[in-house]
């Protein structure tokens, strides 16, 4: 099945800084990677994806890159406020048909007023 | 548009007795889906629910969980009798159909075994 590694598990910036996430999958005909955001007490939320056939997708100031031949995706935060803080999680979709995401162990991201 | 709804927020038992938690998808979503995050960790799947029939319950531990989604709609997930490890926060998510990618989640229901 699916494996996905993220690194790094604990992130501390200062707001304003720039923050990345990276993921790394092992299912080569992964096809779709999303990313979540999960505040305290609350369910993970979608705040980005991208699909195999597109490199790079920005959304204001979260932007998500692929890299197929080494199976690896980043998510970058620019300008982090502290309302930023909360547990990252990447995920990947493999080949199968069942649709289903394996996740990341998740990084928790801090930023500092 | 109403979230995914869940309940009870919270939980606490003891080892050996049982529990049940709720959840009701967003309206006209047919896919449901049931995780398991235990702490530090992300949310791994138990069941997949197409409608009221079950499409993936692979990692679902059978001889102490079970789940229902009578009608297509509520579902609910048991476990019976519980264990120390089952200490976890249970996600419900929904999506209008399989092969759409995006799920919402519910806010979760923290359980704590003792």
């Known amino acids: 099945g699916e494996n996905v590694e993220q690194h790094p598990s604990t992130l501390s910036v200062q707001e304003g800084d720039s923050a990345v996430i990276k993921c790394t999958y092992s299912?080569?005909?992964?096809?779709?990677f999303p990313w979540y955001k999960q505040e305290l007490g609350k369910g993970p939320q979608l705040i980005i994806d991208?699909?195999?056939?597109?490199g790079e997708k920005k959304d204001q100031r979260i932007a998500v890159t692929l890299n197929k031949t080494a199976k690896h995706f980043s998510l970058h935060i620019t300008e982090t406020q502290p309302e930023d803080s909360a547990v990252y999680f990447c995920?990947?979709?493999?080949?199968?048909?069942?649709?289903?995401?394996?996740f990341g162990r998740g990084t928790s991201l801090i930023v500092h007023p | 548009e109403a979230g995914v709804a869940q309940s009870p927020r919270y939980k606490i038992i003891e080892k050996r007795q049982s529990v049940a938690f709720w959840c009701n998808p967003i309206?006209?979503?047919?896919?449901l889906y049931w995780y398991q995050q235990i702490l530090g960790q992300g949310p791994k799947l138990l069941i997949q629910?197409?409608?009221?029939?079950?499409?993936?319950d692979s990692q679902l531990p059978k001889d102490r969980f079970s789940a229902e989604r009578l009608k297509g709609v509520d579902s609910t997930l048991k476990i019976q009798p519980a264990k120390l490890e089952d200490s976890a926060v249970y996600l419900c998510?929904?999506?209008?159909?399989?092969?759409?990618?995006?799920?919402?989640f519910g806010p979760g229901t923290r359980l704590l075994v003792l």
């Open positions: 998510a929904s999506s209008f159909r399989r092969a759409q990618e995006t799920q919402y």
């Open positions: 299912d080569s005909a992964s096809n779709y």
């Open positions: 991208i699909r195999s056939n597109v």
């Open positions: 995920a990947a979709k493999g080949s199968g048909g069942s649709y289903i995401p394996t």
């Open positions: 309206s006209g979503h047919a896919t």
């Open positions: 629910f197409q409608n009221n029939g079950v499409v993936d």
